[in-house]
């Protein structure tokens, strides 16, 4: 099979590389289509249908990375950049909610080791504040050099979420390597 007709029976009904339909075969796809429903019941039942088809479409395309299918709030290529800007590095702050789950069970314990715990917990809060304030200078940096007059309206706050959660658990998950090299790609 050579690449023209892999390519087309890729496509769906109707895009290229297909036949044309006929005329009668898209208008009784087209009335199909503005049927109205028996009932309100049979109606709500379609509409839950679609809704479930689109949200297992965006769940995988944040397993994936697809960008086609992804949520709004996590396209283009001013989000991609700053998610993998964000996911080739380790941080304290990824860590932040173990660490501090931690710390509230040494508080628990007789007064040596809740002193230990008190002091973990600001050592921790502070060394993620001070990273998430380079993180940040340094993103908003490298983003005015990539996309000079583009919008980066929300980045901020999209990034700062991020960067709490471990990185197993980030949706769209990460395509880049830890301590990889960010691509022109963007």
Known sequence: ??????NADSNGPGKKGQPTPSRKAAEAARKQ?????ASRKDEMKRQK???????????DALRSGEEKYLPLRDRGPIKRFA???????????????????LTFILT???????TIGLWGWLGATAITVVEEILLLRGLKK?????????????????????????????????QIE?????????
């Open 33 to 37: 289509a503005m049927k109205k429903p």
């Open 49 to 59: 249908e679609l809704r479930q088809q689109i949200r297992q479409r965006q769940q």
């Open 83 to 101: 998610r993998d800007y964000v996911d080739r590095r380790r941080l304290v702050a990824e860590y932040l909610l173990p660490i501090l789950v």
């Open 1 to 6: 099979m050579t690449a023209v007709e892999e």
């Open 108 to 114: 628990m314990f007789p007064p040596p080791l809740a």
């Open 142 to 174: 490298e983003l005015a050099r990539r996309f000079p007059g583009q919008s980066t309206r929300g980045v901020t706050l999209y990034i700062l979420l991020r960067t709490t959660q471990l990185r197993r658990f980030r949706l769209p998950k990460p």
């Open 178 to 186: 830890r301590f990889g090299e960010l691509r022109e790609r963007y």
